[in-house]
């Protein structure tokens, strides 16, 4: 009797490890599948939005300029020039990301997969190529002083992203806490 125990007892220990590492396998593949489920349509009208943004606030900065009536001109011929560009490169961008669901929700093989994320990140790149020419063209219009106070309205804007993501970091921590310079107020007079 006490040895069918004990020989049941190490057959199920030696079984233990291949019986944990298979459920552990389970629980990994179903959270590999649950990342997989991303809305790649919504990502690329998001990034549609990101670089409308960036738009907006380059328009911004040139207000802040005091731009001639000819540099006016030419800023707005790019943008003229630029639009249809970036309006093709936006459909297909959508194209290709419903492509890519399609391509995930039909079940697959991760190197096909890839290979349609690479040709949303190429389109992507290429968007990112033309905005940057769109910027070196016109900041070839521009004379000296306006190039300094566009370089210093830029360094301004990363010295502020700078500020922001280290008081994120250090408000990550302790997110009730509050800023030293914002004291709460008071409902009555102290010391009067």
Do not use: W
Not at 24 to 38: P, Y
């Amino acid at each position: 009797m006490k040895r069918n125990l004990l020989l049941v007892f190490v057959c199920l220990v030696l079984t233990m490890p291949s019986v944990l590492a298979q459920c552990s396998c389970q629980r990994l593949n179903t959270t590999i599948e649950s990342s997989k489920s991303v809305n790649y349509p919504r990502e690329a009208t998001k990034y549609k939005k990101y670089i409308k943004h960036i738009q907006q606030d380059r328009a911004t900065v040139y207000n802040a300029l005091n731009l001639s009536d000819e540099q006016i001109q030419k800023r707005e011929d790019l943008m003229n020039e630029n639009n249809p560009i970036y309006e093709q490169k936006f459909d297909c961008l959508m194209k290709e990301s419903f492509k890519l669901q399609a391509i995930e929700n039909a079940g697959a093989t991760d190197k096909e997969i890839n290979a349609q994320k690479k040709v949303i990140s190429s389109i992507k790149k290429s968007i990112e190529r033309t905005l940057s020419k769109e910027n070196k063209a016109f900041r070839k219009c521009l004379n000296g002083q306006q190039k300094a106070k566009y370089s210093m309205i830029k360094k301004l804007e990363r010295q502020d992203y700078k500020k922001d993501l280290k008081q994120k970091d250090y408000y990550k921590s302790n997110p009730q806490m509050r800023p030293f310079g914002n004291p709460r107020p008071c409902p009555a007079p102290i010391g009067r």
